[in-house]
């Protein structure tokens, strides 16, 4: 299969490593993997941020880029959820063609597992690892159950969903669960910067459960949460190194 990545702009400007990670998990997994430099933002701070004229001219511009793509591939659940999920929103992506494409966008754990039914790309990683659910994994794209749904009497309990069935194939890593493993880490994009002082709080409290579990990492599918986090990390002095699930699955021997 031909994948086209969708490397967002943060990735692009504060952790290229993580891209350069999805690439090598990718071809890995026999895809052959091509990139469009031109491309830009997706439009989902615009769109976050009320600015929707904006978001919407990023959204034409990103689905022009990518037409004609047999998958979309990003490390990104919140990026694959605004084009998947919010387009229509801002009155964008409602064609046929476009709808396809939305349709056919992915995060990489997601396509690895559900369309490529891969679950061990041969990675090692030695290490306590903990995962951390992001909230557009988790309630846009369905990467797990979210905790605030309780299942009906006699239901049987859910399975592991694709970041934490890929996580459990990667040789040597012993995955641990904090207590609430879906709870918010405080990013939330523009909320980091509108109310910094909440977004703090909630990132040391998210870090410190995280750091209960005896965990060296802690892992994810938004690098944009994981640089919250590693950021509070170095701030307080204490908790697990942030690294992207990519980066786990690209790796070959210890870390």
Do not use: K
């Not at 494409?101 to 690895?112: D, H, I, M």
């Not at 399975?159 to 879906?182: A, F, M, N």
Request: net charge neutral.
């Amino acid at each position: 299969m031909e994948v086209a990545l969708f490397v967002p702009c943060y990735v692009d400007q504060l952790a290229p490593r993580v891209a350069e990670a999805t690439w090598r998990v990718l071809e890995r997994a026999g895809c052959r993997v091509r990139y469009d430099p031109d491309q830009t933002c997706c439009g989902q701070p615009f769109l976050n941020a009320g600015a929707a004229r904006e978001a919407a001219h990023l959204a034409e511009r990103h689905l022009a880029r990518f037409a004609g793509a047999e998958a979309v591939v990003c490390p990104s659940a919140s990026c694959v959820a605004t084009v998947r999920r919010r387009y229509p929103e801002l009155g964008v992506g409602t064609d046929a063609e476009s709808a396809r494409l939305r349709a056919r966008t992915f995060e990489l754990g997601e396509f690895l597992v559900r369309e490529l039914g891969r679950e061990d790309v041969g990675a090692r990683f030695p290490h306590r690892v903990a995962l951390l659910q992001s909230c557009h994994g988790v309630r846009d794209l369905g990467l797990a159950s979210p905790s605030e749904a309780p299942r009906p009497s006699g239901a049987p309990a859910p399975g592991p969903g694709p970041t934490e069935r890929l996580l459990r194939s990667v040789e040597g890593l012993e995955l641990r669960t904090p207590e609430r493993p879906d709870e918010c880490c405080g990013f939330g994009g523009v909320f980091a910067v509108e109310h910094p002082t909440v977004s703090g709080r909630m990132g040391r409290a998210r870090l410190e459960a995280l750091a209960a579990t005896g965990a060296d990492f802690v892992t994810g599918t938004d690098a944009s949460c994981l640089l919250h986090l590693e950021g509070v990390r170095r701030r307080t002095g204490r908790g697990p190194r942030a690294v992207h699930l990519a980066e786990i699955l690209a790796a070959e021997g210890a870390t």
